[in-house]
């Protein structure tokens, strides 16, 4: 769809042809007008059989055809345009931004060995096939911290996937909206829009309206969730085998929030895999993350010259002018 916001002419010189065109135009128009014979000087029937087509003012004329691909060529001459070429350094894969929640909760052995265990195996698998792209790494519970930068090597990346543990998070608890300022930042230098994948068991409350603002937007990264563990949960499990307690003295509750999950998806505009066995899931985040490509804004990319839209236009006038018969009187 043509952005009308960004139309312009490279050319716009050649506008100032316009007006000719239009007077020419008018002219042998008038001229043609004026050649037609007075009413009541010859005979009706006889001034019909002399006139050549039955001419008569209001019919089409060869020169309006004419006038039409004539300013056609003119527009063409000057340049239109609505985008830019894509750069000839823009890759073709999406970069990415892994936001992997490192909490109590992600402990829970509903997936075996535990949900943030398995959370590196799905992310591993999305590397592997991901060959080549550039990816970022983010942790966060109750605060975020970056990783890694954005790297194509996922040899380097799996070392600090591995290192991951809820015990060397500075903050308790779980603050998803904290990750975006910082995938922002990590994403400002890259030449392509990509997107952020959270790698989860859940979202709180307080993250939805946080995700809502930053996709209204518009004009920041896409939003993806990978939900890892079931819905009734299972028992958070510390290195010694003892079951992590909440606040309360009782046993951290892990059941994930469905109904949070649908605000993501319905109110954010968060895509939501869910985990699984096999690799639906990854190919499901693959599709997701390819569709959110989209070229940054370099201030360095050359418009697209969309002439040929407007010579192909005035090809097709021209083609009558090859016809018999079909002759212009100046």
Same mark, same amino acid.
């Given at each position: 769809m043509i952005d009308l916001s960004l139309f312009h002419f490279l050319r716009p010189l050649w506008l100032l042809l316009i007006p000719a065109v239009a007077l020419t135009w008018w002219l042998v128009r008038r001229r043609g007008a004026h050649a037609e014979l007075p009413d009541g000087i010859v005979e009706p029937h006889l001034q019909a059989a002399l006139t050549i087509g039955q001419a008569s003012r209001s019919r089409i004329k060869p020169v309006d055809?004419?006038?039409?691909?004539?300013?056609?060529?003119?527009i063409a001459a000057a340049g239109p345009t609505w985008s830019k070429q894509p750069s000839p350094w823009f890759s073709e894969t999406a970069p990415l931004v892994i936001a992997i929640e490192v909490t109590d909760s992600m402990r829970s052995n509903d997936l075996q060995p535990t949900r943030l265990d398995r959370a590196r195996f799905k992310v591993l698998d999305l590397l592997e096939q991901r060959t080549g792209s550039r990816t970022a790494l983010i942790a966060y519970a109750g605060s975020a911290h970056i990783v890694m930068p954005p790297s194509t090597d996922a040899a380097v990346l799996k070392l600090f996937l591995d290192s991951l543990d809820p015990a060397i998070m500075p903050n308790p608890g779980t603050n998803a909206a904290s990750v975006l300022p910082l995938a922002d930042q990590v994403l400002a230098d890259e030449t392509a829009i990509g997107t952020?994948?959270?790698?989860?068991?859940?979202?709180?409350?307080?993250?939805?309206?946080? *995700?809502?603002?930053?996709?209204?937007?518009?004009?920041? %990264?896409?939003?993806? &969730?990978?939900?890892?563990?079931? /819905?009734?949960? !299972?028992?958070?499990?510390l290195p010694d085998g003892s079951a992590v307690m909440d606040p309360a003295g009782g046993r951290l509750d892990t059941s994930i929030d469905?109904?949070? *999950?649908?605000?993501?998806?319905?109110?954010?505009?968060? %895509?939501?895999?869910? &985990?699984?066995?096999?690799?639906? /899931?990854?190919? !499901?985040?693959?599709?997701?993350?390819?569709?959110?490509?989209?070229?940054?804004?370099?201030?360095?990319?050359?418009?697209?010259?969309?002439?040929?839209?407007?010579?192909l236009l005035a090809t097709v006038l021209a083609l009558p002018v090859f016809r018999r018969g079909w002759t212009m009187q100046w």
């Amino acid at each position: 769809m043509i952005d009308l916001s960004l139309f312009h002419f490279l050319r716009p010189l050649w506008l100032l042809l316009i007006p000719a065109v239009a007077l020419t135009w008018w002219l042998v128009r008038r001229r043609g007008a004026h050649a037609e014979l007075p009413d009541g000087i010859v005979e009706p029937h006889l001034q019909a059989a002399l006139t050549i087509g039955q001419a008569s003012r209001s019919r089409i004329k060869p020169v309006d055809g004419f006038a039409v691909g004539l300013l056609a060529a003119v527009i063409a001459a000057a340049g239109p345009t609505w985008s830019k070429q894509p750069s000839p350094w823009f890759s073709e894969t999406a970069p990415l931004v892994i936001a992997i929640e490192v909490t109590d909760s992600m402990r829970s052995n509903d997936l075996q060995p535990t949900r943030l265990d398995r959370a590196r195996f799905k992310v591993l698998d999305l590397l592997e096939q991901r060959t080549g792209s550039r990816t970022a790494l983010i942790a966060y519970a109750g605060s975020a911290h970056i990783v890694m930068p954005p790297s194509t090597d996922a040899a380097v990346l799996k070392l600090f996937l591995d290192s991951l543990d809820p015990a060397i998070m500075p903050n308790p608890g779980t603050n998803a909206a904290s990750v975006l300022p910082l995938a922002d930042q990590v994403l400002a230098d890259e030449t392509a829009i990509g997107t952020i994948l959270f790698v989860t068991d859940g979202f709180a409350t307080q993250d939805i309206p946080a *995700l809502a603002e930053y996709s209204g937007k518009g004009d920041g %990264a896409s939003l993806v &969730a990978l939900v890892v563990g079931k /819905d009734e949960g !299972g028992v958070a499990l510390l290195p010694d085998g003892s079951a992590v307690m909440d606040p309360a003295g009782g046993r951290l509750d892990t059941s994930i929030d469905t109904g949070l *999950l649908q605000r993501a998806e319905s109110e954010a505009g968060v %895509a939501v895999v869910r &985990a699984e066995t096999g690799d639906n /899931d990854v190919r !499901g985040l693959i599709r997701e993350i390819n569709s959110n490509l989209q070229p940054a804004d370099d201030p360095n990319a050359q418009w697209l010259d969309e002439a040929w839209w407007f010579v192909l236009l005035a090809t097709v006038l021209a083609l009558p002018v090859f016809r018999r018969g079909w002759t212009m009187q100046w």
